[in-house]
């Protein structure tokens, strides 16, 4: 199978035709139901975290929802179904979720094999495992042949040939040919192989039997689905090696055969995760998350076919396909009834204590259960509309198949049944859906209740307090009423219209059986044929109202004129219906709708008007920021618990990249692309969707050669500045100046002091600087070297930033103690102090209003405010929420690399506007003054007057920043358009901090405390917190091994400086990141120890 998005097909070569099999794109990926309602890591509002008794039916809803999809850790795997690793995919999104159903499906079975509960039968609930898997096998191999047996595609050219040879250019992922791992890429049969290895010797002859039986009928059932195709599944290997434990032949497995990179396209270790990531106080809580988890792997994969068949009658007009498509996702429905009943086997008392200690929420939360309905019933719209269409009547804005225009429908869907050589495709579609009803009414619905009342009992009430018997009212009511009706109504004109041939045929039977005994009775026959008589007549003798008729219309047999007959039509019809335990119920008025729970739809276009892209300009009214666009429009909605985290994943969602960037990332990657970075404090993560944009402009401006120059000028910079502004709700009448990093800024900010030693009068006025002892490499490599000349005009002090609790007092105080004294030449020229320290990470300013209010009023009072204070906030800026309206005589210098995720090479300086004057560097290039290129202007040559220009002063020559002050644009657009803040961001990161911490500390104390995690750096209020969590290991060396072993165990990126083994969270990160990440830290911590 190929799920690929290079091309439009799946091919598939069999062996014994050597011919591709090419599964047409007939399902492109759309985002899941669940994004509408969205699913979330962790959830919190504005108002803090989500309501233990909501007000609101609304509220309770999304309450129920939220904490259904963290039980059953239902996010990492939307995860894998919305974030193809396929750059075009067409039924990857299928294949992973069935086989994610697969792989929790052998999790459980290695579950029952290993069960050592005494009173336990494991027969029963093996047996039960495996038939859930080969029905899901077969269910898989269902989708993909249906897709090639669609005789829809009549352009061939779009099919690609189903005799090219493999491999091709666009085939799927495939792990080498020559690796023998390739072949057993299944976490979960890994441990089904270990499960039976343990067990089989002692189980006894009858369950060693049936266990023989079962592993011959799930590899059976993969080789007979997939064995013909010329590309291995990956997993043939376990699949052999199960045989072999039970004492069946192998499989054979074919050296130098190609195997789909089944780890990529499934990422089977999401599932192992929901396993091996969480503690299972009860016995059947993982049987009972597991089935769940397994229903939500197939209603997506219901839905998805729902929307195929959609799309063969929107984009083919294929009514056959569509309801060939209908029927598959029947049959999943179907299995799902069969599925969830599995857990009639669970051990009752202890489900009940479990039950207990889950109330709360139940499958009422699932959002693709809740949208199966809903998706179903809107089905008979586009058949409602051709029958329209075919009959010349006016449509009906909104088909439902129950409106108020009921009597018309069944009008024309009579005719449809009646005639159905007419048009068989309408007449094939109509059938799907009666067959569909049955499937979720009589095959999910049903067996939902039969389940409820097997396990607790009719009488009992579930997790959420609600009857048994309230689950009726699922199945009992009709999904297409008025499908019923018409087979009732058509079944009672054929009735009229054959009266007389009533009973013919077991009449005739009768007359046979009679014969038989007594073949000389001809009476008796005689009065046979006069009681058929007397039934016709009684029969004929009915008579209706005449309001209760209605009109069809038949064509005679081999002629073109068209009959009219009255039809009785019965508005109180009972009936069986189609698998439909319920009798019809006509449409209720005003019937409520089931609404979204997101208020922003992932997956829709941007409204008109979002500024997913301000319009350029290099106008020089552009050039300052209090005439530029300084208020983007924004949104009035703010993000919700209900939509934030769909919001975000949004933002960071590389399946709309083009295949170009995806490609290229795959080849830097070298295949892998699983890692993930927890360093957001050394190189932030870039939305791909801004990072695309920005290249595509770059290119753009490139190609414009030196007039791009007017445009970054004119109109980048100019948006950036509002931004920035906005992020830091920094001062309006400021001034920002750029530069390539904050080293560079401040070099040239301090050259400013360090004029003085250069001028002869200056009777040895020393230039005085105070900082920290724990500043950037950079600036301290600066201080360094300027201590190093040895000059006695230059003066360096510093404060240890330690502890903590008391550097703002202590630096402070040290302002005061340097500075002023009536002493010449006493006052300090530069003081320079991080909010957050590079080393550690930790927020050392810990009230940034009341520390720098602190520090300039001491140099105030000591008469010293032409001292430059520069606050560096490079790791709070876009990460800690900021306000620098206080900020009247203080520099804030920050860049765009980190939290702001916009790459290296762009910093920024707020200068406040008292300093704005002072900003003359000595150390300059032409662009602090571009006025010289003005026609007016005489140039520079030597001798020139040396000018500066507010907002260039600091700049040198050629800037090169432009790269990425344009991705930062376009990450700010984003989350304006998005209503998106820092503050929003924060909270993300202070979630995952909890689920974080709250690991560790687990994690150390099973340790007993010798954990190489026992060191973690005391973490500051949430408020001002930093997003990076640091521990303190031995040494330096610890902690380089530390570094390695989480890359090498874990695929994860971290880093460390000395003894500090840092990990830095990010606005990107998903709560199934920090599972992750937990996991290959406990491996980690056992590895050290």
């Known amino acids: 199978m190929v799920l690929n998005k290079f091309q439009e097909v799946v091919p598939i070569v069999l062996k014994s035709s050597k011919r591709i099999l090419s599964l047409p794109a007939k399902t492109p990926l759309k985002t899941s139901r669940l994004s509408k309602s969205h699913h979330k890591s962790m959830s919190f509002s504005k108002n803090g975290p989500i309501e233990a008794e909501p007000k609101n039916k609304r509220g309770r809803d999304e309450k129920i929802r939220i904490l259904y999809e963290e039980y059953i850790s239902l996010h990492p795997v939307m995860h894998v179904w919305e974030n193809p690793i396929t750059l075009k995919p067409d039924l990857e999104p299928t294949f992973a979720a069935a086989m994610h159903g697969v792989e929790l499906a052998f999790i459980l079975m290695a579950e029952f094999v290993s069960d050592s509960r005494y009173y336990v039968v494991k027969r029963p609930r093996v047996e039960l495992i495996a038939e859930d898997i080969v029905a899901q096998i077969g269910l898989l ?67 060693q039997y049936s266990l023989k039986k079962v592993i011959r009928n799930i590899t059976g059932a993969f080789q007979t689905y997939f064995g013909d195709w010329t590309v291995g599944i990956g997993l043939e290997e376990q699949l052999s090696e199960i045989r072999q434990l039970v004492g069946l032949p192998p499989l054979k497995v074919e050296f130098g055969r190609r195997y789909l990179d089944y780890k990529a396209l499934v990422r089977p270790h999401v599932i192992m995760d929901t396993f091996q990531n969480k503690i299972y106080e009860h016995t059947e809580d993982f049987f009972f998350r597991s089935v769940h988890l397994g229903t939500e792997c197939w209603a997506f994969i219901a839905l998805q076919r729902l929307d195929s068949a959609k799309k063969q009658l929107a984009t083919y007009s294929h009514w056959h396909n569509a309801a060939a498509h209908i029927l598959s996702a029947t049959h999943i429905l179907s299995y799902l009834g069969d599925h969830i009943m599995m857990l009639t086997s669970m051990i009752l008392r202890d489900y009940l204590r479990l039950k207990v200690e889950i109330e709360g929420t139940s499958g009422e939360g699932s959002s693709h259960v809740k949208n199966l309905r809903q998706t179903v019933q809107v089905l008979i719209n586009p058949l409602m509309q051709r029958l329209r269409e075919l009959d010349g009547s006016s449509p009906t804005p909104h088909d439902t198949g129950d409106s108020d225009d009921g009597e018309e429908e069944r009008r024309l869907l009579l005719s449809l049944y009646a005639n159905p050589e007419k048009q068989p495709g309408l007449y094939s579609y109509a059938k799907s859906l009666e067959a569909i009803e049955s499937g979720l009414n009589g095959g999910f619905y049903y067996k939902h209740f039969c389940l409820a009342s097997n396990v607790i009992g009719s009488g009992a009430k579930g997790t959420m307090k609600k009857s048994v018997q309230a689950l009726k009212v699922m199945y009992e009511r009709a999904l297409f009423p008025n499908l019923d009706m018409t087979r009732s109504q058509l079944g009672k004109v054929i009735d009229e219209e054959l009266a007389k041939k009533k009973g013919r045929i077991m009449d005739r039977i009768t007359e046979e059986h009679n014969g038989m005994l007594s073949r000389s009775n001809n009476s008796s026959m005689e009065s046979l044929g006069d009681l058929r008589g007397s039934n016709s007549s009684s029969n004929n003798d009915l008579s209706v109202p005449a309001s209760d008729f209605v009109h069809i219309e038949r064509s005679n047999s081999g002629e073109d004129e068209k009959e009219t007959k009255e039809v009785f039509y019965d508005t109180n019809l009972g009936g069986s219906g189609h698998g439909n335990g319920a009798p019809p119920q006509p449409p209720i008025e005003g019937e409520r709708k089931l609404v979204d729970m997101l208020a922003i739809d992932p997956t829709s276009n941007p409204p008109p008007g979002c500024p997913f892209h301000v319009p350029g300009g290099n106008t020089a009214a552009a050039a300052t920021p209090k005439t530029s666009r300084r208020d983007l429009p924004v949104s009035p909605r703010s993000p919700t618990p209900k939509s934030f985290d769909s919001i975000r994943r949004r933002l960071y969602s590389a399946k709309n990249v083009p295949p170009v960037f995806a490609q290229a990332y795959a080849a830097e990657m070298a295949g892998n692309l699983m890692t993930v970075s927890f360093l957001d404090h050394a190189w932030g993560k870039t939305p791909p969707e801004a990072h695309v944009a920005a290249t595509k402009r770059q290119f753009a401006l490139y190609q414009r050669g030196n007039s791009a120059w007017d445009v970054i000028f004119g109109d980048l910079l100019p948006e950036a500045i509002t931004h920035i502004k906005w992020i830091l709700d920094a001062r309006e009448e400021s001034v920002i100046e750029f530069g390539h990093n904050s080293h560079e800024l401040i070099s040239r900010l301090l050259s400013i002091k360090l004029e003085k030693l250069f001028v002869d009068d200056a009777d040895g006025e020393k230039c005085r600087i105070l900082t920290t002892d724990t500043e950037f ?115 804030y210098v920050s860049g765009m690399l980190k939290h702001v995720g916009s790459g290296a090479n762009c910093a920024f300086l707020i200068v406040p506007e008292a300093k704005v004057e002072m900003m003359k560097p000595v150390f300059t290039g032409w662009i602090a003054d571009p006025s010289v290129l003005a026609p007016e202007s005489k140039g520079i040559k030597m001798g020139s007057d040396v000018g500066y220009i507010p907002g260039f002063s600091l700049m040198g020559g050629t800037p090169a920043f432009m790269p990425s002050l344009l991705i930062f644009v376009e990450v700010m657009r984003r989350w304006k358009e998005m209503n998106i803040s820092v503050i929003h961001a924060h909270r993300h990161v202070m979630e995952l901090h909890k689920a974080f911490m709250k690991g560790i500390e687990a994690m150390v104390a099973r340790s007993g405390g010798t954990s190489c995690w026992s060191g973690m750096r005391p973490m500051a209020d949430e408020a001002i917190r930093s ?39 990010g606005f990107n990160h998903n709560i199934e990141d920090i599972s992750k990440l937990l996991v290959t830290c406990e491996k980690v911590q056992d590895a050290i120890n």
Not at 786 to 791: D, E, F, T, V
């Open 141 to 207: 191999a269902e989708i993909i042949d249906g897709e090639l047996e669609d005789d829809t595609i009549d352009d061939r050219e779009n099919t690609h040939s189903l005799t090219q040879d493999f491999p091709f250019d666009g085939a799927p992922p495939t792990a080498s040919s020559y690796n023998f791992n390739k072949a057993r890429q299944s976490p979960a049969l890994d441990m089904l192989v270990d499960a039976i290895t343990n067990v089989y010797g002692n189980l006894s002859g009858p369950e």
């Open 777 to 891: 490499y950079s600036f301290t490599r600066q201080m360094n070297r300027l201590m190093k000349i040895g000059s006695k005009r230059i003066e360096i002090e510093h404060v240890s930033i330690e502890p903590i609790e008391t550097f703002e007092s202590r630096f402070t105080a040290k302002v005061k103690e340097g500075a002023g004294h009536g002493r010449q030449g006493a006052k300090w020229d530069m003081v320079y102090v991080s909010q957050c320290v590079y080393s550690t990470q930790e927020t050392i300013v810990l009230d940034l209003d009341r520390f720098t209010k602190g520090v300039s009023g001491a140099l105030e009072e000591l008469d010293n405010k032409e001292c430059f204070f520069v606050v560096d906030g490079y790791h709070g800026f876009g990460a800690i929420p900021t306000s620098l309206q206080s900020f009247e005589n203080v520099f």
């Open 1027 to 1065: 997003h990076s969590i640091t521990f303190v290991v031995d040494d330096a060396e610890t902690a380089k091994k530390v570094v390695e072993l989480m890359r090498e165990i874990g695929d994860i990126e971290v880093d460390s400086r000395k003894m500090y083994v840092r990990f830095g969270f």
